[in-house]
Structure formats: C-alpha cells, structure tokens
C-alpha cells in the first residue's frame, strides 16, 4: 500500500482543524482565519478603550481626537456610545460566521444576530455624532464616515430582510459585504501606516507636506508650552492674545516629528486612507461572491425548501433576487431538491387537514 504524500499528509492535518469547526473547503477556512481574526483581534485590542479615561484618552495626555473629547461634548458621548457597542458586536461576530455554531446551536446564532444588528445600528449613530471632527473634520473624512455608515446600516437591513423572508443565499451575501465594509477600518490602519511611512521618509523631493490647523489645538498637542509655540509658530501670537481666536497655522506632517506634527500627518492621509480601505474591502468582497456560486446556489436550493414548506408565494424567489426585481431569468431549484420539497410540502399539508 502506497504511503501517503507529504502534501497528503499536510491536507489530512488540515482538515483535523478546520472540519470540526464546520469548514468543508481549506481556502474558507483560511479567509476566515485571516480576516475574521484580524476583526476579532483588533476588537479585542481596543476592548481597553472602553475605559474612556484610562485607555483612550487617558489624563495628561494629549493624543489625536482626544482634543474634541471634552466632557459633556457631542464627540465624547458619540465616541463612547459607539465604542460601547460596536466593540461588542464586532467581537459577536466572529462567531456568526463559524459553521458549527450556525448549523448546531440556530437558536444562539438567530438570537445572537439580532443582538449585534441592534448594537451596530447605535454604534453607527454615535460614529454620525463625532463626524464633525474625526482627525480635523476635513469633508472628505465626513464624505467618507458618511458613506461607510449608509453602506454598512443598508447591508445589515437588507440582510435581515432577506433573513426574514428564508432567502438564506442572499442574507449571507449581504451580511458577508456588511461586516467586509466594517473591516475595512482593520485594513484602514494598515494602509495609514504605509503611506505615513512613505511620506515621512521618501520624501526625495525634499519639499515635505504640511497641514493646517488651528492654534488652539497646537497647544493642546504641544502641551501649552507657549514660548516654544510661539517659536515654531509664530502666527500663533494673533491667537494667544485674542485678536484671532480661530488663527491656524501650517503644520509640517512628519512621522518622525512632535506630537503635532504627528497628528498633522494622520489628519492629512486619514481620507485618503479610508476611501482606499473601503474601495479594497467593497471590491474584494463582490470578488468573492463571483467566486463561490455553487455556495450561493446550495443555499438558494435550501431556500426554496424552506419557503415552499412555508407556504411562500413564490418559493426560491421570496427575498430580493435578481429574478424578482431585475431582468434575470426565473431560477429553477435543482431537479432533487424541488421533488424532496413538494413531497415535503405536500406531506405537511396532509397532516395539517387530518387533524
């Protein structure tokens, strides 16, 4: 008897780890390990934030945002109320998309489910409330935060509809691109970090980047030190005397600077950053769905079983599918599974008049 391959060997140890957890095929297993771990780690790490005062912001510390953080303000009561809830519901679910807890425990991820849509249609509230000055307030980080919160809210809706009404294919579409849209602010980091890196030192032109912002908050990231701020920047003088209350000044937008400087450059490349973060997570997530229509056609095979047993006008097509609002043509369940149903539906029926 021939001995297996090491590539055999290596396939057989894989599949001890991921078919217990309901994972059929190696490469779902490993997109999930990859981004839902990202999700479920980065939700982890911020879990400290949720003591405002110690974690975020912590006394004596003057870091990015926390200047508009003040108490009782719009943005310290937004930031609370959405960390107090996206976090919970970023870390619930990772679990919704492990296979054995949806086919196993239905009622944990049904109950489960429409917890983490209610913590994430509040934590989409208090993102809206702090927009005004996300890193500076620039338009295209409003734009941004905007769109990303309609994207988000809308696919959580629709799969929760589609839920509803047993399209089973299509709530797992929309709920794949609803928590891809929020990961994006995972891969947002990254891709910040890469082009602060580039732009604090490629910069070959010599020439450096800077951005503007007012005196007030220059102070509070360099600490009130007015001498040195009025040394670096000396327009600075109109605001310290009261001529200008609203004086701003350009800030060089270095890496490598002081605090200031820091925050200039993160409050100059965070639109940036985030556009590019959520064009890669809409983009790779619809490349995805292309990839995998066997799963979208066993589910829509499920579908139409259980709406015909349901007793649904127009079983396989109850939800939003392309065959019912667009021009697609009328799907047609597989040849197995339609006899199995209306032998099913029929048998339900029976029983129903019979007693």
């Known amino acids: 008897m021939a001995q297996p391959s090491t590539k055999e060997k290596m396939a057989n140890a894989a599949r001890k780890i991921y078919n217990p957890i ?7 297993f490993v997109l999930f390990f990859i981004f839902g771990g990202a999700l479920l780690g980065f939700t982890l790490a911020r879990f400290q934030y949720l003591s405002f005062d110690h974690g975020l912001c912590p006394q004596g510390g003057g870091t990015l945002d926390c200047f508009y953080y003040t108490p009782g303000s719009l943005d310290k009561i937004g930031i609370q109320i959405h960390l107090g809830t996206i976090l919970p519901a970023s870390f619930l679910a990772f679990f919704q998309f492990v296979p054995v807890i949806r086919h196993k425990l239905l009622l944990f991820h049904r109950v489960n489910g429409y917890i983490i849509v209610l913590l994430s249609f509040i934590s989409t509230a208090g993102a809206l409330m702090l927009v005004r000055n996300t890193q500076g307030g620039p338009i295209e980080t409003q734009l941004g935060i905007g769109v990303l919160s309609f994207m988000f809210i809308v696919s959580l809706g629709l799969a929760v509809y589609n839920i509803k009404r047993l399209q089973i294919e299509q709530h797992r579409a929309w709920m794949l691109r609803a928590w891809s849209y929020a990961g994006s602010i995972v891969t947002m980091r990254l891709v910040l970090m890469a082009i602060a890196h580039v732009l604090s030192n490629y910069d070959h032109l010599g020439k450096g980047y800077s951005h503007a912002m007012p005196c007030v908050k220059v102070t509070y ?3 009130g030190q007015v001498e040195r701020i009025l040394k670096k920047y ?5 605001f310290f005397d009261g001529s200008v209350p609203g004086q701003a000044v350009a800030v060089a937008a270095d890496m490598n600077g002081d605090l200031a400087e820091v925050t200039a450059l993160y409050n100059m490349i965070f639109g940036a950053g985030f556009w590019l973060s959520v064009a890669l997570h809409a983009a790779g997530v619809e490349i995805y769905l292309h990839l995998t229509p066997a799963e979208a056609d066993r589910l829509r095979n499920v579908s139409y079983q259980r709406q015909l047993e349901a007793g649904m006008k127009k079983p396989g097509r109850a939800g939003l599918t392309a065959d019912t609002l667009g021009d697609a043509p009328n799907w047609v369940p597989n040849s197995t599974v339609s006899v199995a149903a209306r032998e ?4 339900a029926s029976n029983e129903n008049l019979t007693k």
């Open 22 to 28: 309901g994972f059929n095929k190696f490469y779902n």
């Open 221 to 223: 990231l360099m600490f």
């Open 234 to 238: 000396p327009a600075c003088a109109q």
């Open 344 to 347: 099913s539906g029929d048998a």
